[in-house]
């Protein structure tokens, strides 16, 4: 079983930055494409970014390509989304799902999902 926890949300002015972490705690990480999504008030969840298994290949939705960079550490078991030049759109829930397929940017091939993690950026 996949375990996914998110950690790193929280409350930053517009212009400023946050990474957010994802940690699994099984030993499978490696098999998995990685990707966050997020969910804003009232709005459907939608995808922001993932990153191959290795790491090789990423891909990011247009609204926050250039800002946020995903990344992730096979050895550690963890991804990151660095977020930096943030906009009070980008308030969400944030979160990671493990997929097996490869770079896919729709929700329904993940298989697992963390619980979520909160980025508040006041407008």
């Known amino acids: 079983q996949v375990q996914l926890v998110e950690s790193g949300g929280g409350l930053v002015q517009a212009g400023g930055s946050l990474r957010l972490s994802c940690a699994e705690s099984?030993?499978?990480?490696?098999?998995?494409?990685m990707g966050w999504f997020r969910q804003a008030p009232g709005k459907e969840r939608e995808f922001v970014a993932a990153i191959s298994w290795n790491g090789g290949s990423t891909v990011y939705a247009d609204s926050v390509k250039g800002r946020f960079t995903i990344s992730r550490d096979n050895v550690k078991n963890t991804v990151w989304l660095q977020m930096n030049s943030l906009k009070p759109e980008d308030t969400a829930v944030y979160y990671c799902?493990?997929?097996?397929?490869?770079?896919?940017?729709?929700?329904?091939?993940?298989?697992?999902w963390g619980q979520g993690t909160q980025v508040t950026v006041p407008s």
């Open positions: 099984g030993r499978t990480f490696s098999s998995y494409s």
């Open positions: 799902a493990a997929s097996s397929r490869y770079l896919t940017t729709t929700e329904r091939p993940y298989d697992y």
